[in-house]
């Protein structure tokens, strides 16, 4: 039991569990799944659905956080590939061609690949707190994605494009598959190879890793580089949800939650360690916290406050002058007696 | 003589003159007092946050929280005033009190269990914003009589040309920040915890007291900005000044104070939301020109300022080693 509770993912899923249990008690038929034409329906269908962006850009995010840095402008790259997709698609003739649509996603995530090359080489090279580098591009990216779509939300009708989003596959939304793909990928190229070792040793040491033989800068910006990929998806499923592009709203607070997932899925922000894993557990959290509030009938706003504590009570159980503060009273009054002695002995 | 560490603020200075000065160049009707003054009476708000967290940034720490702290304000007092009738001389010492208890309470939570500012203010970002929708998630417009003449008084100045009454509150903090920065004790700890946490420890200053306090005080700036904020939209509502924690934080590194603590000015802080006040004006003289311009150019200047402050810092700890 003690072995179990010391796993990682022990408390994320406790608290998954527990969500789970509240919606069951609250609502019973949130459990249910029904087909209509070929399709899954029901609740947990859609937190997986309306949670796959999250749950792409927190993966970015976990390996980002790992190298003890943090990626503000990931919501602004979100509104970026999105806004710049839906250009590309309404631009072109024939908004439903297969070349168009795959053009449109392939500029896109170019795109978004150099921008996240811009955070990393800003963090790396220019050796800015990654905080501080990011933050340039949070600020200026909304611009730029209002200044790709003149400031004006940009609808598409390319039902194939709608299908990234919003279609299905093998009666699951297609995007699960997506999130399925890209979490793969992430935990093979991490824990198969020794690229996750060098992200966590970069994170703990950066000087020490370098002087150890690993390219410390290359991780960096790949980092980076993966983040700002893994922000594109998500910006891509979600314009292609709503068939859409909001440069003011995409994406609007998605770094904020991508780092909230992180942290609760046991990744610290002190860099060094990560739990990919946890990660995918912590989104999942968050998107079942929204789902649940709506369900409820409470206002939708005030996520937020609950989501305040949940960041607090996390980050106070990770904090260890916290942890050693509760302790250290709990031993207190266990061996009162026998500190007395050996003080004074 | 000019001493060396003055040149970030020299540059920002400078630059707020060039963009006035090419303004009025380029569009008739810029160049006059009226507008430089506007540039104050619009940017009030930001300019009384813009020093609590410049406070806070040279401690070496980061405050998310001011923007929706500044919503919370406006909620509360729009809803104690209009709705349970509470006279404007109870409500607003009451807000400044939440605002500087909002703040003392994150700075504790930083200092005695060594959590992150990033994180522990973004707790508090959260939380303040969701309060305000607590309250109420519409929003609830004022015509209390004494918020109706604090918005509407205007202050004439020889010349023909006015200031608002918040225009007198921000200058008041500017000053007073510059004094308790550079003229008082805590001032001169706030600076020492920037330069180096482990030095100050050793040194004996009261580290517990400064971190906790400069958080206080960034609350308070807040709050008072908050009220600020009140008088000039005379309403609450949950989204007012929406993401305003990165136009203050674009503003004190403008203003020439390092990210990473220990150096910075208020009065550079002061330019920095000038020159912001100064792009948005010139956008809206300019007319074809769309608002998203001035985030591009907000987060150009970021950069040009970053890697000047890089270039800066590393040459003169380069000279030093």
Redesign the interface.
Known sequence: MARLMKHHLFWPLTMLAGLLLFNLCYSPDFFSIQIRNGHLYGSLIDILNFGAPLIVVAIGMTLVIATKG?DLSVGSIVAITGALACMTLSKSSDQNGFAVVLLAIVISLVLAIVLGLWNGLLVSL????P???T??????????A??IT??QIITVSSPRYNYIGAGSLLGLPFSVFIVLAIFITALLLTRKSALGLFIESVGTNSEASRLAGIRSRAILISVYAFCGICAGIAGLILSSNVSSAD?NNAGLWVE?DA?LAV?IGGTS??GGRFYLSGTLIGALIIQTLTTTIYMIGV?P?????????V??VV??I?????RK?IFERRKYRKYSDKAEVTRHA | MLKKQYLPIIVTVALFMVMFVAGAFRYTGFFSLQVLLNLLIDNAFLLIVAIGMTFVIISGGIDLSVGSMIALTTMVSASLIQNVGWSPWVVIPLVLMIGATFGCAMGALIHYFNIQPFIVTLAGMFLARGLCYVISINTITINNTFYMSMAQTKIHLPGGNFISISVLIALVAVAIGIYVAHYTRFGRNVYALGGSEQSAVLMGLPVARTKILVYTLSGFCSALSGVVFTFYMLSGYGLHANGLELDAIAAVVIGGTLLTGGVGYIAGTFFGVMIQGVIQTIISFEGTLSSWWTKIVIGLLLFSFIVFQRIFTTRRSSRRG
């Open positions: 943090v220019g050796g800015i707190q905080i501080i580098a933050l340039i591009l949070m600020v200026a990216g909304r611009g730029i209002q200044l003149s400031g440069g904020l780092i942290v922000m002190n206002p706003e005030i996520t937020l406050v609950v989501k305040a504590f960041v607090l980050c106070l990770q904090s260890e002058a916290f503060k």
